[in-house]
């Protein structure tokens, strides 16, 4: 080996600290606001002519904290509306703990949300963290519906679009069995689910044509090659994107928020819109 003299160990010192602290600072400050603004088309075989060109809009892990304050949220909200959706899918984990709830500053961002359709979400694992009633409260507030375990239909004529919610499969009781009793055999239908590694038990009966979900935030931080050093439990599996299983899709989206340390690498926040296209395989 050649032997390196004083200075220019120095130096490659030097230059290593800086390109570790220029990444430490574009982790924290930069990629999490560059939000990504990702187009999905899918045909779902169950969807009906009358939903041709139907329009979902996804978000998921919102985290409200002092991170997710002054305009972040409400730009967020703009994005969404922007895209005209007919439906707003919100996947869970509105809050990450008890502590600093915004309450007041959730409802006013969600309650700008606009769809044809309506806005309807589900509770994450972190939303147990805090009454999950008084959540739910939050979420009616803001004139949107919380799914739990429950279904609403949709109608175009005499088709049927429908819109299923489960509880939170660690900390919620999830009952695929009530929802299934909730709807016909005919009629495309979509899941929304926090965990995406629940997809291979809603997949197993044939009757969802697509579950969103969030809750793995994609990683966070996704290192090249070796991917994420950390996924959380149910989310190991399915960790972001596009999937089928089965003859359901499942999405996992990245979520707008963070959990610390509050960094992002090569995993930027998102917002999916979902064009869905009748009939076929």
Request: a neutral charge.
């Amino acid at each position: 080996m050649p032997k390196v003299s004083r200075e220019t160990f120095l130096k490659l010192t030097a230059a290593s600290a800086l390109f570790a602290a220029g990444g430490l600072m574009y982790s924290r400050f930069v990629e999490p606001r560059l939000l990504r603004i990702t187009r999905v088309a899918l045909r779902l075989p169950q969807l009906a002519p009358e939903f041709d060109g139907y329009r979902v809009v996804q978000i998921s892990d919102i985290h409200i904290d002092h991170w997710m304050m002054g305009d972040h949220l409400p730009r967020v909200v703009r994005l969404v509306n922007a895209q005209q959706p007919d439906l707003i899918a919100v996947t869970g984990d509105f809050v990450t703990e008890t502590r600093g709830l915004h309450g007041f500053d959730l409802v006013t961002s969600l309650r700008r949300l606009k769809a044809s359709d309506g806005v309807f979400a589900v509770l994450g694992n972190h939303d147990y963290h805090l009454d999950s009633d008084i959540l739910r409260e939050v979420i009616r507030e803001a004139g949107a519906t919380a799914l739990n375990n429950d279904v609403h239909v949709i109608r175009r004529g005499d088709a049927t679009l429908y819109v299923a919610g489960i509880d939170d499969m660690q900390e919620g009781q999830p009952r695929l069995d009530i929802l299934l009793d909730k709807m016909s055999s005919k009629g495309a239908a979509i899941l929304l689910a926090h965990e995406p590694d629940f997809a291979d038990e809603s997949a197993a009966t044939g009757r969802f044509d697509l579950q969103l979900s969030g809750h793995s935030h994609g990683g966070q931080v996704r290192v090249p090659v070796l991917g994420p050093p950390h996924l959380p439990d149910f989310g190991k599996k399915y960790t972001r994107g596009l999937y089928r299983i089965r003859d359901m899709f499942l999405y996992t989206n990245s979520g707008i928020g963070m959990l610390p340390p509050y960094v992002r690498f090569n995993c930027r926040p998102e917002i999916t819109v979902f064009t869905l296209a009748a009939g076929g395989r």
